[in-house]
């Protein structure tokens, strides 16, 4: 049996690799028609900013290294032009010589992957203009880079933008992300991004939100002049394109195979496409969302390497399915750490989807341990059984762990209730006694069983309409910003001065991160008060409202932005 793979990196080498340990007596041919096979394009960037040194760590084989281990007939350079289903061949150009030959196939597997998205504007098909996907990107970005260049612009600020963002500042490159949508990494709930923003902004990145490019022009003083749609102009020596990727599916739709609605190759739960005889893994393909089960494109590497895994299994005759996509993501910018996994809360909003949430901010470690810092979690869940939905965390350090617990929780159809019973290990270099997963877990379940009533930043101010304000923190705290109308009676006198608390109306207590709300929240419901308690504290809350600071007691401007107090984070760690 002769199977032909059409590309030759994730989805591509995973499935050969697997299908020759399945069958010994397999020819297998790889298609690839660019330059490297079996890469590391998640490296790339790292690259360019000089944390990965040599660039032959990403090339993590070679057509050589594929046939001498593996037995692989890897063919780079060669690009497949036409499929013809009837005669069972694929039409192929060698770049090398230009020769067209026809190849023979029993099983063809498409894993052409996904092309850089280039907009519709005036001068984004200028070939000067970088954009990254392979080892050839990378090695035209540092061509462009080595001839001086001081300042960069990167179009699209989510995992590669922000990526290259922290690459070309780590050159010394004045560097500028320009995002179409009002919040970095839009995968996230824009709540969510505010600290990613200021920590951005923090290192020297200029950051243009809600600003598209609109032209680009060659520069009088640099290479590029891009026109923005805020009506400024910057002049970049440098110029990235980062706003995305679309499926390679030209050859699969001239060959008549069904193309799904998310624009990629619809596949079975055995990488099966609607004809005979053809498979397809990887960024081209759309599959199954686990918690929706509509279909999506991922576009990540573990889902690709699997699906390649899976086309394997079954060419091989195994009986192996995929399981939905989840969409765990996660990635570093600069000192922080971002993941999430699972739907947010816009895309169950859109959905349709019922569901409840939670924020907390507990240390990533033990906080009398040096080096830690609060984390910044949201957990989405089913409002019936707690079964969970998505979450997001992001931080300085454990961010990985927990997106990875969380991600695992969700897969194996666990609750919140689950959650509070997990057994995490622990040491203060570590975690915490109760882990921040736990947190979450007895916050959420706490929720669902009546324990506990929250309320949300988002509503605010109309709640102040209804409701008691009561800021739980200390005097100083609350000179120092407050939100707007709220009565300061710190936690710890709150006993003492219940004569003061009205009983016609609710009271919705906060504090910081939302512990001594907590503690308050529990004094007055048990003293009969109708009570919630703001989840997630202040650092959730300005994650939403943007107003202006109040001023200390003696009129003096303490903080004069929600920034301000975001900023007291990196150099407070442990106060939470």
């Known amino acids: 049996m002769k199977t032909v793979i059409v590309g030759g990196v994730a989805a591509g080498a995973s499935t050969g690799a697997r299908l020759r340990r399945l069958d010994e007596s397999a020819e297998i041919v790889v298609l690839e028609r660019g330059r490297f096979v079996s890469f590391a394009n998640c490296g790339l960037p790292y690259h360019i900013g000089g944390a990965i040194p040599e660039r032959d760590s990403l090339l993590l084989q070679t057509p050589e290294s594929l046939a001498r281990s593996l037995a692989l007939d890897v063919r780079t350079g060669h690009e497949v032009l ?14 090398d010589t230009g020769r067209t030959y026809r190849e023979s196939y029993d099983t063809l597997v498409l894993c052409p992957g996904a092309d850089p998205i280039r907009p519709p504007i005036p001068g984004a098909d200028d070939p000067r203009v970088d954009v990254l996907r392979d080892v050839e990107d990378m090695d035209r970005i540092m061509a462009h880079l080595e001839l001086g260049a001081s300042r960069a612009t990167v179009v699209g600020g989510s995992y590669i933008g922000l990526e290259l963002a922290e690459a070309l500042r780590s050159r010394g490159l004045e560097t500028t992300v320009v995002e179409r949508t009002d919040q970095l990494m839009p995968w996230l709930d824009h709540e969510m991004t505010r600290i990613l923003h200021h920590h951005v902004r923090s290192h020297d990145v200029d950051v243009r939100l809600s600003t598209s490019a609109d032209a680009i022009r060659s520069g009088k003083k640099s290479t590029f002049a891009v026109d923005l749609s805020d009506g400024t102009t910057l002049e970049p020596d440098v110029l990235v394109l980062a706003v995305g990727a679309r499926p390679n599916v030209e050859l699969a739709r001239a060959a008549g195979l069904e193309i799904g609605p998310r624009g990629g190759i619809v596949v079975d739960a055995h990488m099966r496409t609607s004809a005979p005889g053809i498979l397809a893994a990887g960024d081209a393909v759309e599959t199954m969302h686990l918690v929706t089960g509509e279909p999506v494109l991922s576009m990540l590497a573990g889902p690709a390497n699997r699906q390649g895994r899976i086309a394997a299994d079954t060419i091989a005759g195994h009986d192996s399915a995929y399981r939905g996509t989840q969409g765990t993501a996660v990635v ?32 990533g470690h033990a906080a009398y341990y040096p080096g830690t810092a609060p984390l910044f979690m ?12 998505g979450a997001q965390v992001l931080g300085w350090d454990g961010v990985d762990k927990r997106i990875d617990v969380l991600a695992v929780a969700q897969r194996a159809g666990m609750s919140v209730y689950d959650l509070e019973h997990l ?11 109760k882990d921040p997963v736990n947190m979450v877990g007895f916050l959420a379940a706490n929720l669902l069983r009546g324990d506990i009533h929250l309320w949300y930043p988002e509503e605010f101010p109309e709640c102040a309409e209804r409701a008691l304000i009561l800021d739980a923190r200390t005097q100083a705290e609350y000179e120092a910003w407050h939100i707007p109308g709220a009565v300061l009676i710190p936690y710890t006198e709150l006993r003492e001065r219940l004569s003061e608390i009205p009983r016609d109306r609710p009271v919705y207590t906060y504090c910081r991160s939302g512990f001594r709300s907590y503690i308050a929240y529990c004094v007055l419901r048990q003293g009969g008060w109708e009570t919630a308690f703001l989840s997630g504290g202040t650092m959730t809350y300005h994650g939403f409202h943007k107003t202006p600071l109040t001023t200390g007691a003696a009129g003096m401007p303490v903080v004069t932005h929600a920034e301000d107090v975001l900023a007291q984070l990196p150099g407070a760690l442990t106060a939470v």
């Open 82 to 95: 036409r499929i013809d289903r009837e005669a069972k061949e694929v039409e192929v150009r060698d770049h």
């Open 332 to 363: 570093k910018v600069f000192d922080m750490t971002v993941g999430g996994t699972g739907l947010t809360e816009n895309q169950l909003r859109a959905a349709g989807i019922p569901y409840r949430k939670v924020y907390a901010h507990p240390s």
């Open 378 to 389: 949201k957990v989405l869940f089913d409002p019936a059984e707690g079964r969970l939905l």
């Open 423 to 433: 057994e995490l290990s622990y040491a203060p270099p570590y975690g915490s006694a």
